[in-house]
């Protein structure tokens, strides 16, 4: 597999939550990523349209707006089939089976070395790439 460079990765970062958001997308550029946020799916899509270099999408399910993070989900892998997803969920019974195909799932509270690690495996970064943010656990 060819390792793709983290720093020309674009990861996109849905949450409602501010402080979680602002969190998440520090631990994704202290990893080496380039950190997109979006604080609701309208968001998310208007980002997705107007830059195709994202190559993650990280959302939560839960969210205000037009739609939750399942939805969204939906909805852009149906306006971008290779965008990789990872919905984070803290809520009983998440699984791909409700997601389009390909997806990740992560259970929050979720430890940043493993937003990290599946991001990395998504996209093919080089996991030796340390990390160097601090080891948040995510919740919300």
């Known amino acids: 597999m060819t390792h793709r460079f983290r720093a020309t990765s ?12 602002m969190l998440t997308a520090d ?3 202290e ?8 604080a609701n799916a309208d968001e998310a ?5 107007a830059r195709s270099a994202v190559d993650v999408l990280l959302t939560g ?9 399942i939805r969204l ?18 809520g009983p019974g998440l699984s791909n089976a409700r997601l389009p195909g390909g ?10 070395a493993a937003m ?3 991001i990395d495996s998504l996209i093919g970064a080089d996991p030796d790439y340390s990390l160097k943010a601090p080891h948040f656990f995510l919740d919300a």
């Not at 399910?61 to 993070?69: H, K, L, N, Q, T």
């Not at 997806?103 to 940043?112: E, G, N, S, V």
């Open 61 to 69: 399910v839960v969210m205000a707006g037009s739609m939750d993070g």
């Open 116 to 118: 990290i690690s599946t």
């Open 45 to 49: 899509l208007a980002i997705l349209s």
């Open 27 to 29: 631990i994704v550029s």
């Open 73 to 90: 989900a939906h909805e852009a892998h149906k306006r971008r089939p290779l965008l990789k997803i990872i919905v984070a969920s803290g």
């Open 103 to 112: 997806c990740r799932t992560l259970r929050k509270p979720y430890h940043a």
């Open 31 to 38: 990893a080496g990523f380039v950190a997109l946020q979006a």
């Open 10 to 21: 674009a990861i996109l970062v849905v949450e409602d939550d501010c402080l979680l958001r």
